[in-house]
């Protein structure tokens, strides 16, 4: 039978030339569901946790649009789905504790409870104990078949221990939660927000106006509901002497991973990916060096697709590719690249160097911060984007003046860079040639 998760993958340079000592390489990693799956009528069901500040920074407005998300949220969800709904500030309330879905009556009921959630208005922005009580009530219904998915809003900066809430997100994302991150306002932290998401693959979004906020939370939860296959991880072992580099997630929302650290003789890192979306790709962008070798093909990573299909009674399948790269002496083969992913690395390298400029500013190293706004806006011109490439121009004369940037001048640049553009990585089906 045809595998369910299809694993595909393009190098730049499929061919490399004897001549050099070392090549480095860039490896599109895709991930797309098969016929057999697609065609499967049946999707993950879902456990939603709702993690909500209700800090005195919270204005009426603001809090009145997520109050109606919420509820518009719960009634996306169908029979035999869960919700959860947490309230923090400096202190953290059980607004819905774990609670399966049955019918209108209690759904009608459930909305009611969320009416009441500005009287627990004020405070701080107290992040950590939220997600480990929205991972506590995700615990309660212990359901493999349930896809389990934390989304936190908040308008503004952690006030408790940063380092104490990435672990509280890291342990969730190690048990196979997902968590993502929406904001609003000009003190939403998006930096620290995406930090917070990598660890289990989820998005960050900054929410611009407070009337699409129940359209932003809207689009998550349609996400979550239409899964088709859950805790999906792909192991990526790199062969003996392959110098790994860094690693960027391209689809469905870019972001930069950070370098890759390979933990000892194992040589295997793993990407969560959590759930996988009927009819949506994800790709992931790898860099790495290999040495020269004798003619011939060799393996260079070895890349497994772990799943389960619990409609298809499937747990902990496993997809295996090679990526092979050919070593050569025809120097015309050494030369061909693959347009496709040289600019896939174009847009990924963006979140990169916007955290680099991001650091450069905090520092108020003036000298650093310059080189990166020249970089970021040659890049976009380079993508054929004028807007992006005006918005460094502007915004290094507005540094050069005032010698600072806000808050709200990082989160824009922030989430442009994890916006694709119609370019790169198309659906790739391979059923038929397995």
């Given at each position: 039978m045809a595998e369910e998760l299809l694993l595909d993958y393009v190098i730049d340079q499929a061919n490399v030339s004897l001549d050099n000592e070392e090549t480095g390489l860039k490896v599109l990693l895709k991930v797309n569901a098969g016929h057999a799956l697609r065609g499967n009528d049946a999707s993950l069901g879902t456990h939603l946790a709702l993690v909500i500040d209700v800090s005195s920074s919270m204005k009426a407005r603001e809090l009145g649009e997520v109050k109606t998300a919420a509820k518009?949220?719960?009634?996306?969800?169908?029979?035999?789905?869960?919700?959860?709904?947490?309230?923090?500030?400096?202190?953290?309330?059980?607004?819905?504790?774990?609670?399966?879905?049955?019918?209108?009556?209690?759904?009608?009921?459930?909305?009611?409870?969320?009416?009441?959630?500005?009287?627990?208005?004020?405070?701080g922005t107290n992040m950590e104990y939220a997600i480990q009580k929205a991972e506590g009530q995700l615990a309660a219904i212990p359901d493999p078949t349930l896809a389990r998915k934390i989304i936190v809003f908040t308008d503004g900066q952690v006030t408790g221990v940063e380092d104490a809430c990435l672990s509280a997100a890291q342990g969730a994302a190690e048990r196979g939660i997902s968590i993502d991150a929406l904001g609003f306002g000009t003190e939403f932290d998006y930096s620290f927000m995406q930090r917070l998401v990598s660890y289990s693959n989820?998005?960050?979004?900054?929410?611009?106006?407070?009337?699409?906020?129940?359209?932003?939370?809207?689009?998550r939860v349609a996400g979550l509901t239409n899964a088709i296959a859950g805790n999906v991880n792909l192991h990526l072992t790199f062969t003996p002497s392959v110098r790994a580099g860094r690693g960027y997630r391209y689809?469905?929302?870019?972001?930069?991973?950070?370098?890759?650290?390979?933990?000892?003789?194992?040589?295997?890192?793993?990407?969560?990916?959590?759930?996988?979306e009927r009819d949506k790709e994800y790709s992931y962008l790898l860099t790495c060096t290999v040495p020269r070798r004798e003619p011939g093909n060799v393996r260079i990573i070895k890349a497994e697709l772990e799943y389960d299909v619990p409609s298809m009674d499937l747990v902990k399948e496993v997809s295996t590719q090679s990526v092979i790269v050919a070593f050569t002496d025809d120097p015309a083969l050494a030369a061909q690249i693959s347009g496709e992913v040289e600019r896939v690395f174009d847009e990924v390298e963006i979140g990169r160097l916007v955290g680099e400029l991001d650091k450069a500013t905090r520092r108020e190293d003036h000298t650093r911060a310059s080189i990166f706004f020249d970089i970021l806006a040659k890049r976009y011109e380079e993508l054929g984007d004028p807007e992006m490439q005006q918005h460094y121009v502007?915004?290094?004369?507005?540094?050069?003046?005032?010698?600072?940037?806000?808050?709200?001048?990082?989160?824009?640049?922030?989430h442009k860079s994890t916006q694709r553009r119609d370019s790169g990585v198309r659906l790739v089906d391979a059923s038929d040639l397995i």
């Amino acid at each position: 039978m045809a595998e369910e998760l299809l694993l595909d993958y393009v190098i730049d340079q499929a061919n490399v030339s004897l001549d050099n000592e070392e090549t480095g390489l860039k490896v599109l990693l895709k991930v797309n569901a098969g016929h057999a799956l697609r065609g499967n009528d049946a999707s993950l069901g879902t456990h939603l946790a709702l993690v909500i500040d209700v800090s005195s920074s919270m204005k009426a407005r603001e809090l009145g649009e997520v109050k109606t998300a919420a509820k518009a949220s719960i009634d996306m969800l169908r029979p035999g789905d869960a919700v959860s709904v947490i309230a923090f500030q400096s202190v953290v309330y059980e607004i819905i504790s774990a609670t399966r879905i049955e019918g209108a009556e209690q759904v009608a009921d459930l909305k009611r409870r969320i009416d009441v959630i500005d009287s627990f208005q004020g405070g701080g922005t107290n992040m950590e104990y939220a997600i480990q009580k929205a991972e506590g009530q995700l615990a309660a219904i212990p359901d493999p078949t349930l896809a389990r998915k934390i989304i936190v809003f908040t308008d503004g900066q952690v006030t408790g221990v940063e380092d104490a809430c990435l672990s509280a997100a890291q342990g969730a994302a190690e048990r196979g939660i997902s968590i993502d991150a929406l904001g609003f306002g000009t003190e939403f932290d998006y930096s620290f927000m995406q930090r917070l998401v990598s660890y289990s693959n989820g998005y960050t979004e900054k929410i611009e106006r407070p009337e699409d906020i129940t359209a932003v939370f809207g689009k998550r939860v349609a996400g979550l509901t239409n899964a088709i296959a859950g805790n999906v991880n792909l192991h990526l072992t790199f062969t003996p002497s392959v110098r790994a580099g860094r690693g960027y997630r391209y689809g469905p929302e870019m972001a930069y991973l950070g370098n890759i650290r390979l933990p000892g003789d194992a040589r295997t890192i793993t990407i969560p990916i959590g759930s996988i979306e009927r009819d949506k790709e994800y790709s992931y962008l790898l860099t790495c060096t290999v040495p020269r070798r004798e003619p011939g093909n060799v393996r260079i990573i070895k890349a497994e697709l772990e799943y389960d299909v619990p409609s298809m009674d499937l747990v902990k399948e496993v997809s295996t590719q090679s990526v092979i790269v050919a070593f050569t002496d025809d120097p015309a083969l050494a030369a061909q690249i693959s347009g496709e992913v040289e600019r896939v690395f174009d847009e990924v390298e963006i979140g990169r160097l916007v955290g680099e400029l991001d650091k450069a500013t905090r520092r108020e190293d003036h000298t650093r911060a310059s080189i990166f706004f020249d970089i970021l806006a040659k890049r976009y011109e380079e993508l054929g984007d004028p807007e992006m490439q005006q918005h460094y121009v502007s915004l290094k004369q507005k540094y050069v003046r005032d010698g600072a940037l806000s808050q709200e001048d990082m989160n824009y640049s922030r989430h442009k860079s994890t916006q694709r553009r119609d370019s790169g990585v198309r659906l790739v089906d391979a059923s038929d040639l397995i």
